[in-house]
Each structure stands twice: as structure tokens, then as C-alpha cells.
């Protein structure tokens, strides 16, 4: 694939996620990851909260990547938001994350999700992707970056 739109899931980008906190932000994209998985909403909650309680999953630079492996799912699945207000996920930098692009792959996949959570990674680590992200103006525009990510890169 030559962007990352095989990961999104239908409808599961949210251009401005009001959360109170970490824990909420995760469960509200769990629930918009629910609706195009077949996965049941708390399953999906659960696992990336326990594996952020192994560790944080801020990039750093505004951005976090919960993720985890889930036991039901046929192929990887992700959800994008901008958070407002930008919430603490522990990054190295101190930094809280307003980007957030949740992960969650089949449990019996691990090199899947791992080349998945690469994917992503090297999207949102350019401070170009970010500056875009943040001033899209609303879904259609994220999701076309979304759509180009990768293939802007090759150029």
C-alpha cells in the first residue's frame, strides 16, 4: 500500500476529540474503532489501556500512538483524532499529544502490527505531516493526507 488508508477505519477519523483525559480519549476512539471492527468497545478499551500502563505511547512533539494487539480482529484498524485539549501520554519530551492515531491489530498477527505501528510512525514524525494535520479543516482534508501520506514521501 502506498498510504495509510487501509489502516483507518471508516468514519474513524475525529478532527476535534473533547476528552478530559488520556483514559477518555481512549475510550471514545475505542468506541469509533468498535463500529467498523466488529470488536466490542471495551475489549478494544482495555487492551490499549493495559499496554499504556506498560508504558507511555507519546512520540513526542504533540503526538501518541496507543496501540495494541486484540484478540477478534481480522486485520489491523486505526483511528485518528485531534485532541483538544492535548492530553499528557507520557512522551519522552514532556510534551502532551493534540495528534493521536490508535492502533489495534489482530492478537496473533505481532509482525503485522508491528510493520503497521512503523507505518505510522514514520508519518507522523515528519514536522510537515504534523503542521498539516493540525491546520486541515476537517475530515475530508485529514483523510486525504491520510490517503497521500506515503506516496508524498516517495517524491
Same mark, same amino acid.
Given at each position: 500500500?502506498?498510504?495509510?488508508?487501509?489502516?483507518?477505519? *471508516?468514519? $474513524?477519523? =475525529? !478532527?476535534? /476529540?473533547?476528552?478530559?483525559?488520556?483514559?477518555? +480519549?481512549?475510550?471514545?476512539? %475505542?468506541?469509533?474503532?468498535?463500529?467498523?471492527?466488529?470488536?466490542?468497545?471495551?475489549?478494544?478499551?482495555?487492551?490499549?489501556?493495559?499496554?499504556?500502563?506498560?508504558?507511555?505511547?507519546?512520540?513526542?512533539?504533540?503526538?501518541?500512538? *496507543?496501540? $495494541?494487539? =486484540? !484478540?477478534? /480482529?481480522?486485520?489491523?484498524?486505526?483511528?485518528? +483524532?485531534?485532541?483538544?485539549? %492535548?492530553?499528557?501520554?507520557?512522551?519522552?519530551?514532556?510534551?502532551?499529544?493534540?495528534?493521536?492515531?490508535?492502533?489495534?491489530?489482530?492478537?496473533?498477527?505481532?509482525?503485522?502490527?508491528?510493520?503497521?505501528?512503523?507505518?505510522?510512525?514514520?508519518?507522523?514524525?515528519?514536522?510537515?505531516?504534523?503542521?498539516?494535520?493540525?491546520?486541515?479543516?476537517?475530515?475530508?482534508?485529514?483523510?486525504?493526507?491520510?490517503?497521500?501520506?506515503?506516496?508524498?514521501?516517495?517524491?
Amino acid at each position: 500500500m502506498h498510504d495509510l488508508s487501509d489502516l483507518v477505519a *471508516p468514519d $474513524a477519523i =475525529v !478532527p476535534r /476529540l473533547a476528552a478530559t483525559s488520556r483514559r477518555q +480519549a481512549i475510550q471514545l476512539m %475505542a468506541d469509533a474503532l468498535a463500529k467498523s471492527s466488529g470488536v466490542d468497545s471495551r475489549t478494544l478499551f482495555e487492551a490499549v489501556l493495559m499496554r499504556e500502563r506498560l508504558s507511555g505511547t507519546g512520540m513526542g512533539e504533540g503526538v501518541a500512538i *496507543p496501540h $495494541a494487539s =486484540v !484478540p477478534g /480482529l481480522k486485520k489491523a484498524i486505526g483511528c485518528f +483524532a485531534r485532541l483538544e485539549p %492535548a492530553h499528557d501520554f507520557d512522551a519522552m519530551d514532556a510534551r502532551p499529544a493534540d495528534l493521536v492515531f490508535m492502533l489495534v491489530s489482530p492478537a496473533d498477527r505481532n509482525a503485522d502490527h508491528l510493520k503497521a505501528l512503523a507505518r505510522v510512525s514514520r508519518f507522523l514524525r515528519k514536522a510537515e505531516t504534523r503542521d498539516k494535520l493540525r491546520a486541515a479543516r476537517g475530515v475530508d482534508e485529514l483523510r486525504a493526507l491520510i490517503a497521500g501520506a506515503v506516496r508524498s514521501d516517495a517524491a
